[in-house]
Structure formats: structure tokens, C-alpha cells
């Protein structure tokens, strides 16, 4: 009987001890009760947390996918000489992102030949290509480039022709000619929001095609470090830390849906290189832009021919504003809409019709979007607190004009035409070679290859040694002993044909085939 009162002791000890231990792990929730239970309440397995972060990825492809096929990559060259200014030699900046050369001290500039670098995106199927100026202009951001060559992502390239660009806005754009290309969506850059995702795509260090993932760091930026050129130079950039390095200039930024809403274009880094902080401008300002270049070939942008600044906690507390915000007028330009209105130095504008102003880049904002001759209400706060209200009828400032059409021909160093077509320069050789060297038929000799030019890097003109005694053309196949021989030949071309050359060096032992894809 004591034995099995004892066993009946231990079994209730373990059971005690049983429960205890199940209250316990229960506290910590190692245990809980609902699983047991088979309660739709209960855990999700580890898989099922993390699937938010599996989805976000999954994003991040798709837009990758998405956007990537109708993103560029865009080499711009001209051979114009260098020619360095006031005896000072250019400062050097990391190749691909010479647009920060026109917020260098001029000193620092140089007028050196053009050969950059950069990217772009096509916004429509018949080849509209939308890109920064800096990317296809000299360092003066004026002077466009002589050869502009995109390449897609599936490896076709074509010559671009540009539109038009604007200095100020640091907007160009380019055309290919073809159809059925792939597009990007443009977005609305007046939606997004400070913290949302932002993909940035483009061809950074030479590595194209690239996907750097970040967040809207800011909105209305002005970046720091960047010299404002002008009084119309946009201050709107969108901030982001998606990654971007020298040769992301021209690429998009693109939101989680997949819609472009910047162009990126500067970094502000003490090294050239991305430390954290990218700028990007907004596409409701590029695509403005693009559409007066496409339909005007110059811009039509507004202006009311003042000079501003931000207002400031002094500005505020001397006219009673209830916050800081605002546009402080220094100056009105001579004989501007806003000289004769009435608007005077130390205004502060808080309002344009509807919109409330509360900074400089809302004002740009607000200003580029009127009609060049529409009339516009303008509130302003006056010293003393007065509140005064103008009606200006905004103007039109100065803009761009196409870059002219370059000739087909232009005298060499050796004084021989150099066709644009081609890029070579050529002399009728009389055939024979070096003394015991190999024959070499007669035909043309290679005198000078434009760096710029279609045969760039096919032929060599350093030996002037490369002679072409025969050709290969739509149509016709033919020796070639004159100069005019050859313009003949490559003057029925188009942009985009193909030509092939039959190449003997003098002195070499066999020819060899260089085919060229023709410029225009």
C-alpha cells in the first residue's frame, strides 16, 4: 500500500511539474497554446514573415525589367583642339561626369575636346530620347557635340541628332531614327513623397546598364557645392541616396510603380565619386522642356525678371509672416514684367494666383508652367506688413536654338575633304611599297581618321599607311584610285548603311576587309 501511494506521489509530482513547465514556456510564448489548438490565430511560420521582404524584391525586378530595356547608354565626342584658358591647365574630373565642369571656377575649365559619357531613356516608340545637356554639349554646355552614338540594351546603336538642349535646365533631347522602340512611363515627380522607393538605372564607371536602389531623400533641393550659374538655373532637384556615379548623368529615376520621375544628374561629393547624396530633375520640368524643344526648337519659359532668395527668420519677423516661407525679391531687372507692375526690392512674393509660394524652386515651379503673355496675380508682403497684390503678364526669356546642321565636308590638316559620312580623309596612292618590302596595289591612302568619325579605331592614320583600293557598297562593288572615286561611292548612302573597305597596308603581305556602318 506505502508502494503505491509513493508512485501515485510521483505521478502527481510529474504532472504538477508537467503543467508548471508548460505555464512557464507559455509565459515566454515558446510554447503557445494556439498551436496545439490549430487556431487561425496562431504564428506564422518563419517563411511567411519574411515574405514582405520576398515581395519587395520581386518589385525591384519587375521595374528593373520593366524600365531597363528602353534606358541608353550615350557616348558624345567632337574633336574640336584643346586649348586650355588663361594659362591655367583644367582641372581633371572622373570621366562620364563632366557635368560639374560648368560649377568649376572658369579657370579650372578648359575648352578641351568633348569625349563623355552618359545615359538616357526613350519616351517614345519613334526614338525621342530625353537626356542631360552636360552629357552631349563641350564644357561651356553650349556647344554640341559633332557625333552623338546611343546604344540600347539589346546591343543595336544608332547615330543621334540633337533636337535641342537648354543650358539651364540641363536638358536635352535626342532622336534615333527607327520605330517600335521600348518606352519608359513618365511619372508625376508632384506626387512623390520624402522616403518612397526610388530605382536609379544608367551606365555608372563604364558599367552599363546598372540598377542602384534608394529612397527620396528630399524634394526642392538646391545642392550644395554646385555653383549656381544663372538666375534661371533650376533649384528643384529631387535628393536621393540611390547610388549614383559618374555616368549615371541622364539616366532615370524611377518610382515603385515603375514611372520615371527624375533625371539624374550631379552628386555632391568632395571625390567626384557617390558619398550618399544624388540629384535628379524633375520630370515635370524635363518634360516641359522637351516638349517646347520638339514643337518650338527652343524654349518658351516664362519669366517675370526678378532676382530672389529665400526668406529667412529675420525677413519673417521684420514683415509679421505666420511661418518661413516665401521668396525674397533683390532686384528687378530693367524693363522686366515685374519692374513695371510695381514689384520692388525687398518684397517678399508668398502667392501666384492659387499657389502658395513657398520657396524659390515652387516659384520656378510655378512660373515655368504659364504661358509665355499670360497674366498672372502676384501677392507679395511690403515692409510694414503691407499686403499688396500685382497683376504681371509674364514674358518670355531668351532660349535655345537647334544646333545648325554641320556640312557634309570639312577641310583636314592636309588639306583634303574629309567626309562626315566616313570620317577619313584621303590621297591617291600610286601603288608600289617600301624598298624589299611587299607590293601594294594603287588606290587611296588613309591620311587622317577623325576620332569622331565612323572609322574610328578600324582604320589607322598614325603610319598613314592603310590603302583602300577597293569597295564594297549597296549595289555596286568597284576600284577606287581617286578621291572622288570614293565620295561617289559613299554619296548614295544613308545613315545606317554599311560599306566595306579593302584595305592593303603598304608593306603588309595581304589587305584586309574593314566594314563601316555610315554616319550622317
Known sequence: ??????????????????????????????????????????AKPPVQQVKPLSDAGDA???????VTPAVVSIEATSDAPAVAQRG???????????????????????????????????????????????????????????????RLNDGRSFRARIV??????????????????????LGDDNTARIGEWVVAIGNPLNLNFTVTAGIVSAKGRSPNGLRDTSSYSVTDFI???????????????????????????????????????????????????MNDLIRYGRIRASQLGVGVREVIEQDAGMLGLESI??????????????????????????RIDEQAIDRVSTLQRVVRSKEPGETVRVEVVRFGGERRTFS?????????????????TRVTRDGGPLSVKLGISVQAYPGGGPRGGESTPAGLRVTEVSPTGPAAGLLDPQNQSDVIIEILAPGARRQVRTPEDLTSAVGRLKAGDYISLYVHPIGAPSPRVVNVRIGG
Open 1 to 42: 500500500m506505502t508502494r503505491v501511494l509513493s508512485r501515485v506521489r510521483l505521478g502527481g509530482a510529474v504532472v504538477v511539474a508537467f503543467l508548471c513547465g508548460l505555464l512557464f514556456a507559455a509565459g515566454f510564448d515558446l510554447t503557445p497554446f494556439g498551436h496545439a489548438q490549430g487556431r487561425s490565430t496562431s
Open 164 to 185: 535641342g538642349n537648354d543650358p539651364e535646365t540641363d536638358v536635352a533631347v535626342l532622336k534615333i531614327e527607327g520605330a517600335g522602340f521600348p518606352v519608359v512611363a
Open 88 to 150: 591655367r591647365a583644367p582641372t581633371r574630373l572622373p570621366p562620364g561626369f563632366e557635368g560639374l565642369e560648368p560649377f568649376l571656377d572658369p579657370e579650372q575649365r578648359g575648352n578641351r575636346p568633348l569625349a563623355s559619357s552618359g545615359s538616357g531613356f526613350i519616351v517614345s516608340d519613334s526614338g525621342y530620347i530625353l537626356t542631360n545637356n552636360h552629357v552631349v554639349t563641350a564644357s561651356d554646355r553650349r556647344t554640341p557635340a559633332e557625333r552623338v552614338t546611343v
Open 392 to 408: 504681371i503678364r509674364v514674358a518670355e526669356r531668351e532660349g535655345t536654338t537647334p544646333p545648325p546642321p554641320r556640312p557634309e
Open 239 to 289: 535628393q536621393t541616396d540611390a547610388a549614383i556615379n559618374p555616368g549615371n548623368s541622364g539616366g532615370p529615376l524611377v518610382n515603385a510603380r515603375g514611372e520615371v520621375i527624375g533625371i539624374n544628374t550631379a552628386i555632391a561629393s568632395g571625390t567626384g565619386y557617390f558619398s550618399g547624396y544624388g540629384f535628379a530633375i524633375p520630370i515635370g520640368l524635363a518634360r516641359d522642356v
Open 60 to 66: 525591384f525586378v519587375a521595374i528593373a525589367e520593366h
Open 325 to 350: 516661407a516665401g521668396v525674397v525679391v533683390n532686384l528687378t531687372n530693367e524693363g522686366s514684367p515685374a519692374e513695371r507692375a510695381g514689384i520692388q526690392p525687398g518684397d517678399v512674393i508668398v
